[in-house]
C-alpha cells in the first residue's frame, strides 16, 4: 500500500519517537538497527522528514534525531505518508488510472473509495504518540 521508502519513514518515526519519549536523541545507526529498515534508506526519509518539520536533527556528539512529546502528538501517520508519498493514497484511483471519478468509475471505483477512506481515518486518527507508547510498553513492534 505504502512505498519502501514510506515504509521506512513510519518505522524510523516511531523508533525516534519511543526513544524520545525517554528523552533520548538517536543516531542513524541506532535506527537502523532497531528499525530493520537499510541505512540508505533511512538517511534518505529522515531527511525529507526533517524537511517537513515531522522530526528534529541536532548535529555533534551528543546529537542525533528527536521529537518533543507536543509535537508527536499533532503528528499522524498521514502527515508521514504525504511527506513521503504525496497524497496519491488519498486522491488517486485504485487501478491507476488517469481519468476515474463519480462521473466515470472505474471497475473498483465505488468499492474502493470506502476502502480509501477509511485508510484516510485510521492514518489521520493515529499519532506518533500513541504508536510510540504501543512500542515502549511492548504492545507493538516495529522489527521481527
Given amino acids: ?10 518505522k524510523a518515526m516511531i523508533y525516534i519517537a519511543s526513544q524520545s519519549l525517554e528523552g533520548k536523541r ?6 537502523v538497527r532497531n528499525s530493520g529498515s537499510p541505512e540508505a534508506f533511512t538517511a534518505k526519509v529522515l531527511g ?7 522530526v528534529n536533527s541536532l548535529t555533534g556528539p551528543t ?6 512529546i507536543k509535537q508527536m502528538k499533532k ?7 504525504k511527506a513521503i508519498d504525496g497524497d496519491a493514497i488519498f486522491n488517486d484511483c ?3 488510472l488517469s481519468e476515474c ?5 472505474c471497475a473498483v471505483h465505488f468499492n474502493f473509495k470506502k476502502v480509501r477512506n477509511e485508510i ?7 499519532s506518533i504518540y500513541e504508536i510510540a507508547l504501543g512500542l515502549k510498553s511492548g504492545e507493538t513492534v516495529i522489527k521481527r
Fill in 1 to 10: 500500500m505504502f512505498s519502501k521508502a514510506c515504509e521506512h519513514a513510519i
Fill in 26 to 31: 538517536v543516531k542513524i545507526g541506532d535506527i
Fill in 48 to 54: 525529507s522528514l526533517t524537511k517537513y518539520d515531522i
Fill in 63 to 68: 546529537g542525533g534525531f528527536y521529537v518533543d
Fill in 75 to 81: 503528528t499522524n501517520l498521514s502527515d508521514i505518508v
Fill in 94 to 96: 485504485g487501478l491507476g
Fill in 101 to 105: 471519478d463519480e462521473n466515470q468509475p
Fill in 120 to 126: 484516510r481515518v485510521m492514518l489521520t486518527t493515529t
